[in-house]
């Protein structure tokens, strides 16, 4: 082996750093495989004695590969042996370069134990995500209100948060949010939006199904097949984590996060990474202090940088939100309605308590009116 280079990140990104040409690890070691099993059969079969066993040394030739390039996705395509055994694996084929995307840290101790540092073999790159800069809170503050409408106290709240993050040189924490408030009213969408402005992909997990003892693996980590959220963590393509109703993940779950909002740092079976510049978001649909504590408990609440409040839409905003979608949907549609429709729709704001509910009644109203004109022959 002359050189290994491991890549810690996306698989956007792993693609673009990976060669044009190479073998991938699910292939070799289904050759390898074939092989062992084929000389074992022809040992088998040929008569014990001296020029038997010169046969089968002349006809064992490892497998070969000049770049051998194991994804993120292989390591569960492969049996756990291979992954436990890697240096041994390694030992049964040639190969002159080794690329590997986020490989579980198995393997990467068993590299570090066969090529030392001073080999100077090993490369380790990590993907550089985008971050928060001045002109991009400029832009935050400029624009949230075209993007969230009715939340301009968070704005107030988040801005000196972010600013935060442009003046820190070293940061050796991430920044750790939890929006609250009622259902369709704008948390979801503030990580969306603050993903979409610095550049990248947010990456979001929803822990409403977090229920019960079988996701226990998923955040601790398990076999090597396994989803794990650590796996997951590492092919993001962003540094904004949206952990979308952490509320709703039992309790028992939450001291695998302790580590993660303390330190930036998250550690399974599996596999370690860190992410001290990133800005974890957390939500939840409870509006007091006081509910948040008595259901998450004060050792995960005091771990936030910072508790935002979202608060229910006025009025105002609610007929505001039904021009912007009313415009938006109309052109889907290419549909213009009159103003007896809207004044219609206005009217039934008050009844209506989220974003969600208007738009799902203004999707409601096109198309309806696009069935009776295809009926009527418009």
């Excluded at 979608?325 to 704001?349: C, F, P």
Aim: hydrophobic share 35%; proline share 3%; net charge neutral.
């Amino acid at each position: 082996m002359n050189k290994v280079k491991i890549y810690y990140g996306s698989k956007k990104w792993f693609e673009k750093n990976r060669p044009s040409t190479y073998r991938n690890l699910t292939e070799v070691v289904n050759e390898l495989d074939e092989q062992k099993r084929k000389n074992i059969m022809f040992i088998a079969n040929m008569p014990k004695n001296n020029e038997s066993n010169k046969m089968v040394e002349d006809i064992t030739k490892k497998p070969s590969a000049d770049i051998l390039v194991a994804d993120e996705g292989e390591y569960s395509g492969v049996q756990e042996h291979v992954i436990m055994n890697f240096a041994n694996f390694l030992g049964e084929i040639d190969v002159n370069t080794l690329i590997l995307q986020n490989p579980p840290k198995q393997i990467r101790n068993q590299l570090e134990i066969l090529y030392p540092k001073e080999k100077n073999i090993i490369k380790i790159e990590y993907e550089k995500y985008n971050h928060i800069t001045p002109r991009k809170l400029k832009e935050f503050n400029q624009l949230y209100d075209e993007h969230i409408v009715g939340q301009n106290v968070v704005k107030k709240e988040l801005l000196p948060l972010l600013y935060s993050r442009t003046i820190s040189a070293n940061r050796n924490k991430p920044l750790v949010l939890l929006f609250c408030g009622k259902p369709g009213i704008g948390k979801t969408e503030t990580a969306k939006y603050l993903a979409e402005l610095i550049g990248g992909k947010l990456f979001r997990q929803q822990f409403s199904m977090f229920q019960n003892n079988q996701f226990s693996n998923y955040l601790f980590g398990g076999n090597h097949h396994e989803k794990s959220f650590a796996k997951d963590l590492l092919g993001r393509e962003s540094d904004v984590i949206l952990l979308d109703e952490f509320d709703k993940a039992n309790p028992i779950f939450h001291s695998a996060f302790y580590q993660l909002f303390d330190d930036g740092i998250y550690e399974d079976t599996n596999y370690y990474l860190e992410l001290k510049n990133a800005i974890i978001i957390c939500t939840t649909n409870y509006t007091s202090r006081e509910e948040i504590i008595k259901n998450l408990g004060e050792a995960i609440f005091n771990r936030f940088n910072a508790v935002i409040y979202f608060e229910e839409l006025s009025i105002e905003s609610k007929v505001h939100i039904c021009d912007l979608v009313v415009e938006e949907i109309g052109k889907k549609y290419k549909i213009t309605v009159d103003s007896e429709i809207i004044e219609r729709l206005h009217a039934k704001m008050e009844l209506l308590e989220s974003v969600r509910e208007i738009r799902n009644l203004i999707e409601k109203v096109f198309a309806t009116i696009a069935f009776e004109n295809s009926l009527s022959g418009k």
